[in-house]
């Protein structure tokens, strides 16, 4: 999945103090966890741990795709519900706003045009090697 490295989440145009930040991390949490429960098809199949908190994850499994993704609880607490539910739903997770690493430099993908999005579609993890 695409993983959001966004700043700290702003509350009211401003970042709030640590309990203000606090209660927004649970509001949304609650929310993801109600609307997973709720759904007819995705499931919260456990967690998975990351090196580190920012890395732990999340198993949903899709049964109407049969297949399961592995959401990082960070993207859920900085994107829109309904994008994330999208893109579980659908198996398209470029719907989710983040930052990419290209040629050295992070870019918005929200920024992109549709031939660079269609760039991204593209792109293939591979083995490369040099003769």
Known sequence: MTTAILGNPAIGGKV?????IQ???EEKLNAFDEVMEGHEFLEIDGEIPGNTPKEDCLKIIN?????AFAIDVDSVIR???ESII???ET?????LHGVTRIVGYYSRV??????KIGELHDRHMGKYSVR
Do not use: V
């Open 110 to 115: 929200s920024n992109w045009n549709k031939s």
């Open 79 to 81: 994107q829109d519900l």
């Open 23 to 25: 209660f927004f991390i």
């Open 86 to 88: 999208h893109a579980l």
């Open 63 to 67: 049964h109407k795709l049969e297949c």
């Open 16 to 20: 709030g103090d640590g309990e203000d």
């Open 91 to 95: 198996g398209i997770t470029t719907r």
